[in-house]
T-cell receptor, first 115, second 113 residues
Framework: TQLLEQSPQFLSIQEGENLTVYCNSS?????LQWYRQEPGEGPVLLVT?????EVKKLKRLTFQFGDARKDSSLHITAAQPGDTGLYLC???????????????FGKGTKLSVIP | NAGVTQTPKFRILKIGQSMTLQCAQD?????MYWYRQDPGMGLKLIYY???????DKGEVPNGYNVSRSTTEDFPLRLELAAPSQTSVYFC????????????FGPGTRLTVT
C-alpha cells in the first residue's frame, strides 16, 4: 500500500503570512497532485507535477516535486482568506493509460487564514 | 457540461437498509471512481471502472457493489448498511489519455444509525 503523510494536519495563520505544506512518502510516485476542497464540495485539482525536481507556480502558490519523486511541497505566499480550505496531496501510481492507474491520497491539511 | 453529478446530497439510513448512490458524468470520460472520505482520513478508493461493463475493486470494497452499464453512469450500491459506512462518498471521472486529472462530484453525505 502506498502511503502519503501530510503535515501539518491543521494550520491557522494571519492574512499576509507565508506557509508551506508537506507531503512525504517512502514510495516513488509517477505523479503528484494537489487538490483543494471546500466544505460540502468535492476536491478540485490545483496542479499535477510529474518530473523529479519539477516546480510549478500558480499565482501565489508554488508546488515542488522532490528529486526522487517521493515527496512534494505546497508553498503559499501572502495567504488570503480565500485560500482557506482543505489541501490534499495525491500520488499517482500504476501503468500509464491503464485503468489500474490510481491515486493514493494524504489525509489533508486544513488551512484557516484569518483576516 | 454539468460535469460529475451525484444524488442524493444527504441520506440517513437505518442499520440493515440498502440504497444506491447515483453518479453521472456528461464529459464522455471512460474512467470512473468511487471514494469515501472519513474525517481526518483522506480519500479511500472503493471501486473503479475503466469503461462500460468493466469494474474492479479498490482499497476498501467490502460492503459495496457497483455496475457500469453505460459510459455516463456509475452507481454505488450499499447492501445491509452498517454504522462503519457512515461517510462522505465522492464519485470522480478521468478522461481518456490523461493519467492525472480526476474530476470530482459534490459528494453524498451518508449517515447509518
Amino acid at each position: 500500500t502506498q502511503l502519503l503523510e501530510q503535515s501539518p494536519q491543521f494550520l491557522s495563520i494571519q492574512e499576509g503570512e507565508n506557509l508551506t505544506v508537506y507531503c512525504n512518502s517512502s514510495s516513488v510516485f509517477s505523479s503528484l497532485q494537489w487538490y483543494r476542497q471546500e466544505p460540502g464540495e468535492g476536491p478540485v485539482l490545483l496542479v499535477t507535477v510529474v518530473t523529479g525536481g519539477e516546480v510549478k507556480k500558480l499565482k501565489r502558490l508554488t508546488f515542488q516535486f522532490g528529486d526522487a519523486r517521493k515527496d512534494s511541497s505546497l508553498h503559499i505566499t501572502a495567504a488570503q482568506p480565500g485560500d482557506t480550505g482543505l489541501y490534499l496531496c495525491a500520488g499517482g501510481y500504476g501503468y500509464s493509460g491503464a485503468g489500474s492507474y490510481q491515486l493514493t491520497f494524504g489525509k489533508g491539511t486544513k488551512l484557516s487564514v484569518i483576516p | 457540461n454539468a460535469g460529475v453529478t451525484q444524488t442524493p446530497k444527504f441520506r440517513i439510513l437505518k442499520i440493515g437498509q440498502s440504497m444506491t448512490l447515483q453518479c453521472a458524468q456528461d464529459m464522455n470520460h471512460n474512467y470512473m471512481y468511487w471514494y469515501r472520505q472519513d474525517p481526518g482520513m483522506g480519500l479511500k478508493l472503493i471501486y473503479y471502472s475503466v469503461g462500460a461493463g468493466i469494474t474492479d475493486k479498490g482499497e476498501v470494497p467490502n460492503g459495496y457493489n457497483v455496475s457500469r452499464s453505460t459510459t455516463e453512469d456509475f452507481p454505488l450500491r450499499l447492501e445491509l448498511a452498517a454504522p462503519s459506512q457512515t461517510s462522505v462518498y465522492f464519485c470522480a471521472s478521468r478522461p481518456p489519455g490523461s493519467r492525472h486529472e480526476q474530476y470530482f462530484g459534490p459528494g453524498t453525505r451518508l449517515t447509518v444509525t
